[in-house]
């Protein structure tokens, strides 16, 4: 696995070289009456804002790799610029690098000189280094005070809806900056300060909160909590509540649910204006469903394999099979119903998405949660949790790949016929009746589901425990 992880990389990393040299000969046959370099100069601010997103996401914080050195006389001043140092050497600071630098040398350096170049480059390398080490700030901050991670996805989010909306442009803004640095080279010192100041900013955190008892105090006062206000639901509560202490206590699941609230904003790239006004509903309705039930499907793929490590002392509690699996459909009821209201702002898009997402939302809640337990009794792949969700394929098994494809193909199914033969909506409401049945079945599933996990509950035993 780790050779095939090696290849992809390399290949991507060669794929951004080609791109880089080819943009010109892209941006021409795509936008052919327009200047390159002001339609290129236009996505790098598209790029670096993603680019934090996915940083956010995927990007480890490397404080392991200081713990040997901890008990020895090392000043903190030496162990905090090893640690910056270190955490340099990452795919997502060689990328922008590989894609960039090409089309400076290839377009700026032969229309505006090499100084423009030379100064484009240095913006790049800066923004580069901004967006690390502010990404390593906010993580290590969310760890202290959770408010960061709501403020970081909030700032995502306004800056998206407000580019949505006309509020502003990100493309215009990146335009034009980018451009008067290509003409005035020397404002390539405003991208230095800030690369400046996000190292600074970075260092003097990592000064005060060096040891890891000290990062990990306000989490572990977090990770300690009960969830009494679970225990009114009885059992069903304690077993949802074990889920919430696996999020916060691990990185891998922890990963899985930020990857979930950084995906609900991916309606903006399907619910475009064309696509609603054209009557695309078949988009717009995957779209929907991909939003509503991302965290079915970023937490399902592994449902009982996020607890494998205690799974035969789960399978041996106070507690029918029954009652667990039933827990499963009340925590995916739940997070599904807290989405679908948080996703309820596409509504001011068109009244139109919002009664899609109802459709989606029942289809999610009624049927996808089957598929989604009906699949993981047959995930026999235990997993570490304490590693990243990033490029890590650990526990990936024939089960999540054909999940993935029946929720593909099943929405399908259900939707087309309706479609063809009458129309669009028919469709719509044909995927929303459909998950509402599954929903008043669901007593029904709970035991069909329960039979299945009793018939293969050793062999996923016996399969978690292998390491």
């Known amino acids: 696995m780790q050779i095939f992880m090696a290849f ?14 080819s943009v010109s000969t892209i941006i021409n046959k795509a936008f052919p009456n327009q200047d390159p370099e002001k339609v290129f100069c236009g996505f790098i601010l598209y790029y670096f804002l993603f680019d934090m997103l996915f940083r956010f996401l995927w990007q480890e914080l490397p404080t392991l790799s200081i713990q040997p050195y901890l008990a020895q006389n090392i000043q903190r001043k030496q162990l905090t610029r090893f640690l910056n140092i270190r955490s340099l050497f990452t795919f997502l600071n060689l990328l922008p690098i590989l894609l960039f630098i090409p089309f400076a040398v290839s377009s700026i350096f032969q229309t505006d000189g090499s100084a423009a170049a030379i100064a484009f480059i240095i913006c790049i390398i800066s923004l580069t280094c901004f967006n690390h080490f502010t990404i390593l700030f906010i993580k290590r901050k969310t760890i202290i005070n959770g408010w960061w991670l709501v403020a970081f996805f909030v700032t995502i989010a306004l800056c998206m809806a407000g580019d949505y909306f006309n509020v502003f442009s990100v493309s215009a803004i990146s335009s034009t900056v980018f451009l008067h640095i290509l003409k005035t080279p020397l404002l390539c010192i405003i991208p230095i300060a800030l690369a400046f100041f996000s190292v600074v900013n970075n260092t003097r955190f990592l000064k005060q909160n060096l040891y890891l008892e000290e ?21 069903y509560g304690e077993l949802i509540g074990l889920d919430l202490k696996l999020i916060l206590r691990n990185k891998r699941p922890r990963s899985a649910a930020l990857m979930s609230v950084a995906l609900l904003f991916y309606g903006f790239l399907f619910y475009k204006p064309e696509t609603i006004e054209q009557g695309q509903y078949g988009v717009l309705l995957l779209g929907a469903t991909f939003v509503t039930g991302i965290f079915i499907i970023t937490y399902g793929q592994f449902l009982f394999a996020w607890h494998g490590n205690f799974f035969d002392g789960l399978m041996a509690g106070n507690f029918t099979l029954q009652q667990y699996i039933k827990s499963r459909f009340l925590l995916f009821a739940g997070v599904g119903t807290i989405t679908f209201m948080l996703v309820s702002f596409y509504g001011f898009m068109s009244w139109k998405i919002l009664i899609i997402q109802l459709a989606a939302y029942l289809y999610n809640t009624g049927f996808n949660t089957v598929l989604s337990i009906y699949f993981a009794t047959r995930s026999y792949k235990g997993l570490d949790l304490s590693k990243s969700a990033s490029f890590n394929y650990q526990g990936t098994g024939a089960a999540q790949w054909i999940y993935g494809l029946v929720f593909m193909l099943f929405g399908a199914i259900v939707y087309l016929p ?7 909506w028919a469709g719509v409401i044909a995927i929303g009746l459909f998950g509402l049945v599954n929903i008043l079945l669901q007593d029904w599933w709970v035991q069909i589901l329960a039979n299945q996990l009793m018939q ?6 016996e399969g978690f425990r292998e390491k």
């Open 8 to 21: 992809i990389i390399v290949y991507l990393l060669a794929t951004a070289i080609v791109l880089g040299f």
């Open 215 to 235: 990062l990990s105090s306000a989490s572990a006062k977090k990770e300690s909590a009960n969830y009494t206000w679970l225990n009114r639901f009885g059992i």
């Open 418 to 424: 309706f479609a063809l033969l009458f129309n669009a």
């Open 456 to 461: 293969r509950k050793h062999k996923i035993l």
